[in-house]
C-alpha cells in the first residue's frame, strides 16, 4: 500500500489551498485516514481524521471553521481543503491510514501507512 499525497505549494496569508491524498494498491474503504503537520522545529501534529466511509470526521481546534477533510472512496482519495491560511499553517503535511477509526486519534503507532509529505508554506 502507497499514499501519494500533493497539492502543496506556496500561497499568501488568506489563501487557499487543496491537498490530495491518493491510496494504490489497496481501496481506501477498508481505512480509516488522516492528515498530520510537522512545523519546522516542531513535532508532527494531527490536523484532521475520517472514517472508512468518509461519514464521521474530526477536525482539530486549530483549524477548525478554516479546513475541511473529506473522502473519495470511487478514487481511493482523501482530501484536505485549507481556507483562510494562516503563516502559523506553514508545514509539511502528511496522510496516513489505519485499519481503526477513533475520533480524534493520531498517535502515529496508530497508522499504518504513510504518505511522503507536501508542503505548504504561507506568507504573510
Known amino acids: 500500500v502507497q499514499l501519494q499525497a500533493s497539492g502543496g505549494g506556496l500561497v499568501q496569508a488568506g489563501g487557499s489551498l487543496r491537498l490530495s491524498c491518493t491510496m494504490t494498491?489497496?481501496?481506501?474503504?477498508?481505512?480509516?485516514m488522516a492528515w498530520f503537520r510537522q512545523a519546522p522545529g516542531k513535532e508532527r501534529e494531527g490536523v484532521a481524521n475520517?472514517?472508512?466511509?468518509?461519514?464521521?470526521?474530526n477536525i482539530v481546534d486549530a483549524v477548525k471553521g478554516r479546513f475541511t477533510i473529506s473522502k473519495d472512496n470511487a478514487v481511493n482519495t482523501i482530501y484536505l481543503q485549507m481556507n483562510n491560511l494562516k503563516p502559523e499553517d506553514t508545514a509539511v503535511y502528511y496522510c496516513?491510514?489505519?485499519?481503526?477509526?477513533?475520533?480524534?486519534?493520531?498517535?502515529?503507532?496508530?497508522?499504518?501507512?504513510w504518505g511522503q509529505g507536501t508542503l505548504v508554506t504561507v506568507s504573510s
Open positions: 475520517i472514517n472508512h466511509s468518509g461519514g464521521s470526521t
Open positions: 496516513a491510514a489505519s485499519p481503526g477509526f477513533i475520533p480524534f486519534e493520531y498517535s502515529d503507532y496508530k497508522y499504518e501507512y
Open positions: 494498491g489497496s481501496t481506501s474503504k477498508h481505512y480509516a
